[in-house]
Structure formats: C-alpha cells, structure tokens
C-alpha cells in the first residue's frame, strides 16, 4: 500500500510517502488511520485530528468507513480552501 502524505501532513509526519503492510485487520480508511497513527509520534501528530485531515483511495475522496486493500495508494492531505 502506498501513503502519500501532503502539505502540512507531510511535515509532521517527516516524509512525503511511504509503502506499507498493515496488518490483515486494517479494512477500512479509518482502521488504516489508526494503525498509522500507532506507528510514530510523527504519525500521531500529523492524523491526530480529523478535522485537519481529507483522504482519497486510488484518487477519489473517500470516506472512513470505504474499504482499502494492499495495492491501494492512500493520500492524506489537509482540507483545501479557496479565495
């Protein structure tokens, strides 16, 4: 699975992307936000709060209960504002 992480997100947690296995129980957006959030102080700083974070699945929007699976990418980013 490829996590790509973006803007604010991307400092937090350090890095720009990364490839991970979760484990087989991680079935959901928000399973998957859970079990990032466990692997680093960075992790949980950056998805902390949800309010601060929008997630797609193969590049759609998606919500925390859409079903993610290991070919997946995964992108986190802060919600967009326009003016």
Aim: no cysteine; charged share 25%; hydrophobic share 50%.
């Amino acid at each position: 699975m490829r996590v790509l992480y973006f803007a604010l997100l991307r400092e937090r947690v350090g890095i720009p992307e990364e490839t991970v296995t979760p484990p087989a129980d991680v079935r959901t957006v928000a399973d998957l936000v859970a079990w990032l959030r466990g692997r680093s102080a960075q992790h949980e700083a950056a998805l902390a709060d949800a309010a601060l974070v929008r997630v797609a699945v193969n590049q759609d929007y998606a919500r925390p209960d859409q079903a993610v699976a290991p070919g997946d990418e995964i992108a986190f980013f802060p919600p967009v504002t326009g003016g």
